[in-house]
């Protein structure tokens, strides 16, 4: 599975194969795709943990992420807060050629690398490229509907069913980039990085964790998740992936039309 | 002074004088003001809490809430969760535009009105006026950032920080577009529509809003939230405002363009 996107992304495209892959992607040209790749001045490697972007500093460029995972995070009252994962393809600060400062940072997970973008390149897009500058909105209304699923999440659900939740989301969006391992999610999360994200204690996840092994449905070690039980999984999570916009009730199989 | 330039700019502009104010109007030249007031074709005015739309259809046109307040909700098996709420000057599914189906409905709390922008037109905005275009993205983004906080307020807080958070939020919405007043804002807001908005019970609102009452946070009562102290109300609720991109940390003074910048802080200085 894991050649496969490499296959797929080609050599054509070593900064933007992933770019909305499984969603509207079949939606844009081979022009378009190749214009949106010659966007791109060059990629920078980020070590684990690093800041790509702080908090109210204003951008000039933005970056898509290439290959490894990255977290949105919210610094409140000594603590942070995960509130996104992203993963290669995601356009991850797209939003701050809109927004000019972003209202979180965005950091590496593990060793990364991005692709860079310069805002005046973006503008041209939006003045030449209509078309393409639409499929970039579309790109930063997903983590716009990702959130919401997410504020859902913690609404209904409890810790054990947040991070189940969690992981098939994961398991949806790799498999949308041709990256999903049919039986493990892995990820280079700490428990404290999956405390973070599910919005409990260390110890509030660590017995989340214990259950999922308990009731069977997953075993989760050193960030990654092994199961044989999808379907119950997502079942035991409430998981409905229409909102990641892929095949499904919400797809945009016809384009956008006119 | 901001007010008094809203009420003029609500005179020209009725129906979208409210959109970004506050937060990056002040980028938007008065053609594109212009543009963005014509480009609503319909007005309705609606009575009653109503679905304005359903999740997973596909929509042609998005709404512009002129009068009211709006909720995006996802429903569950049982009940109906509140992920965001709007108020007059939001392009509410502005999103629908790039995503044609939602994810989420939205629903009308009390009366409401609203404006339809056709998605034609919002097509030729994106072909001929691409820093309106810009400036709508913007919009959308701002949600995205309330979400967030949403996500971020919901890890961590308990109820009654929780509904502090949201009266703190929406009032300081609602002064930004010239509505509320000093003591508060009226809102047809009901305790399970709170419920929906903070994933707590009714109970447990009920139990929230009596505690905000006793600790002289915020004071809900049917049709009204007043706030006697704004400082304590945000402090409670953890809120920091700057998500909003109002003026502070994330303020667009400069807008868009780096030249403007410097203009634009000697005219707020002068």
């Known amino acids: ?258 | 002074m901001l007010e008094e330039n809203l009420h003029e700019e609500l005179r020209r502009f009725p129906i979208t004088g409210r959109f970004l104010a506050g937060r990056l109007r002040h980028d938007m030249s008065q053609e594109e003001r212009e543009i963005l007031e014509t480009s609503i074709s319909e007005i309705v005015e609606i009575k009653k809490p109503t679905r304005i739309l359903n999740h997973g259809e596909i929509y042609d046109h998005s709404t512009m809430l002129i009068d009211g307040f709006v909720i995006r909700s996802i429903d569950g098996p049982e009940n109906r969760y509140g992920v965001s709420f709007h108020v007059p000057g939001d392009f509410v599914d502005l999103h629908c535009f790039a995503l044609k189906r939602l994810d989420h409905n939205i629903d009308t709390i009390g009366p409401a009105k609203v404006g339809y922008v056709p998605h034609e037109h919002l097509r030729e905005i994106m072909e001929q006026h691409p820093h309106l275009a810009r400036l709508l993205w913007f919009s959308t983004l701002l949600d995205a950032a309330m979400h967030r906080e949403w996500i971020m307020k919901l890890e961590q807080l308990t109820t009654a920080r929780r509904l502090a958070h949201i009266f703190a939020e929406i009032w300081r919405r609602l002064r930004m577009v010239g509505l509320g007043d000093e003591m508060g804002f009226d809102t047809p807001l009901t305790q399970a529509e709170l419920a929906d908005l903070s994933g707590a019970t009714a109970i447990h609102v009920n139990r929230a809003l009596r505690e905000l009452k006793d600790s002289d946070v915020a004071e809900f009562s049917r049709g009204r939230v007043d706030i006697q102290d704004q400082k304590r109300l945000e402090a409670f609720g953890h809120f920091q405002a700057d998500y909003l991109y109002g003026e502070g940390l994330n303020y667009l003074g400069e807008g868009f363009s780096q030249k403007k910048s410097l203009l634009h802080h000697k005219i707020s200085e002068g």
């Open chain 1, 1 to 258: 599975m894991e050649k496969q996107s490499t296959k797929l992304a080609g050599n054509d495209f070593p900064f933007s194969g992933d770019f909305l892959a499984g969603r509207l992607r079949k939606h844009l040209s081979h022009d378009d795709l190749y214009y949106i790749e010659s966007l791109f001045d060059g990629t920078l490697t980020l070590p684990a943990r690093e800041t790509l972007v702080e908090r109210g500093k204003r951008m000039d460029i933005s970056a898509i992420l290439v290959s490894g995972f990255m977290f949105r995070t919210i610094q409140m009252g000594g603590n942070r807060y995960i509130v996104g994962i992203h993963l290669p393809g995601d356009f991850v600060d797209l939003h701050a050629f809109a927004l000019k400062r972003l209202d979180h940072s965005i950091v590496a997970v593990d060793d990364t690398r991005v692709a860079v973008v310069q805002h005046k390149k973006l503008k041209e897009v939006m003045d030449q490229r209509p078309h393409v500058a639409r499929a970039m909105w579309f790109a930063t209304l997903l983590d716009a509907s990702i959130h919401r699923k997410w504020i859902h999440m913690m609404e209904s659900l409890g810790a054990p069913r947040r991070i189940a939740h969690i992981y098939c989301e994961l398991q949806t969006r790799l498999s949308l980039i041709g990256r999903a391992n049919e039986r493990v999610v892995r990820t280079p999360f700490t428990q404290k990085d999956i405390a973070d994200m599910s919005g409990v204690s260390a110890i509030h996840a660590n017995r989340a964790v214990s259950k999922l092994r308990e009731l069977e449905l997953a075993e989760i070690r050193r960030g990654s998740l092994y199961t044989d039980h999808w379907s119950a999984l997502r079942k035991y999570a409430g998981f409905d992936a229409s909102y990641l916009y892929g095949d499904g009730p919400l797809h945009l199989n016809e384009g956008w039309g006119r």
